[in-house]
C-alpha cells in the first residue's frame, strides 16, 4: 500500500473537458508538490502547497491543499492536447528534515484533440 | 544553465555486468537524490545525498550504492545488475523555497538488464 494514493490511475478525455485528480493519505503533510512528466523525460514542478486549506492557480490548472493536511486535488479547465502527460503528485511527512519525498502512484492523463 | 544532467540516456546490460550512473547539477544545490520509476510504482527513492560528504539510504537501496563526489556530482553505481534493476533512473537535487523543498530532477537513464 502506498502512502500517498493517487485517482484516477488513467484518464482519457476530449479536448475541452473539465478533469480533476486526487492525492490522498492518511498521514499528514508539512508539504506537497505537483509534477508533470512528460514521455522520456523527468518530472517537472508545477506547484507547492503548503497551508492547510491553500488553493493555487496556475493558468488553466487550480491546485487545492485539504484543511487537515492529508490530501490535495488538482483541477484542470477545458483541457488541451498539451496537458497530456503523467501527473505525480509528492509530499514531506510532517516533522521530517524534509530529506525525503514519497511519491503517488501517479495519474496518466491523455487529451484528445 | 543545464540543470541537471545524467549520463548515459540509455543502457543495456547482462546479469551480472556492473556500471555507473552519472549525475551533475550547476544550481548550487546541497542535496542530491536518485529515484527509480518503474510501471505503476511511482518514483522509489534509492540513495540521497542531504549535502557533500553524506550518503544515506532511501526506500529500495539494496544492489546500489553512490558517491557524492562533489557538491554538483553524485554518481549511482550498480555492482552486479540484475533483470529487476531494469527501470528508469532518476537523478534530482533540491532547493529550499517558500517553506518547502523542491526537486528538480534530469531527464533519465533508461536502463535494460537482459
Known amino acids: 500500500t502506498q502512502l500517498l494514493e493517487q485517482s484516477p490511475q488513467f484518464l482519457s478525455i476530449q479536448e475541452g473537458e473539465n478533469l480533476t485528480v486526487y492525492c490522498n493519505s492518511s498521514?499528514?503533510?508539512?508539504?506537497l508538490q505537483w509534477y508533470r512528466q512528460e514521455p522520456g523525460e523527468g518530472p517537472v514542478l508545477l506547484v507547492t502547497?503548503?497551508?492547510?486549506?491553500e488553493v493555487k492557480k496556475l493558468k488553466r490548472l487550480t491546485f487545492q491543499f485539504g484543511d487537515a493536511r492529508k490530501d490535495s486535488s488538482l483541477h484542470i479547465t477545458a483541457a488541451q492536447p498539451g496537458d497530456t502527460g503523467l501527473y505525480l503528485c509528492?509530499?514531506?511527512?510532517?516533522?521530517?528534515?524534509?530529506?525525503?519525498?514519497?511519491f503517488g502512484g501517479g495519474t496518466r492523463l491523455m487529451v484528445k484533440p | 544553465n543545464a540543470g541537471v544532467t545524467q549520463t548515459p540516456k540509455f543502457q543495456v546490460l547482462k546479469t551480472g555486468q556492473s556500471m555507473t550512473l552519472q549525475c551533475a547539477q550547476d544550481?548550487?544545490?546541497?542535496?542530491m537524490y536518485w529515484y527509480r520509476q518503474d510501471p505503476g510504482m511511482g518514483l522509489r527513492l534509492i540513495y540521497y545525498?542531504?549535502?557533500?560528504?553524506?550518503?544515506d539510504k532511501g526506500e529500495v537501496p539494496n544492489g546500489y550504492n553512490v558517491s557524492r563526489l562533489n557538491k554538483r556530482e553524485f554518481s549511482l553505481r550498480l555492482e552486479s545488475a540484475a533483470p529487476s534493476q531494469t527501470s528508469v533512473y532518476f537523478c534530482?537535487?533540491?532547493?529550499?523555497?517558500?517553506?518547502?523543498?523542491?526537486?528538480?530532477f534530469g531527464p533519465g537513464t533508461r536502463l535494460t538488464v537482459t
Open positions: 502547497v503548503v497551508t492547510g486549506g
Open positions: 498521514s499528514v503533510f508539512s508539504s
Open positions: 544550481m548550487n544545490h546541497n542535496s
Open positions: 534530482a537535487s533540491r532547493r529550499y523555497s517558500r517553506r518547502s523543498y523542491e526537486q528538480y
Open positions: 509528492a509530499a514531506s511527512l510532517q516533522g521530517d528534515a524534509g530529506n525525503m519525498l514519497t
Open positions: 545525498s542531504a549535502s557533500e560528504g553524506t550518503t
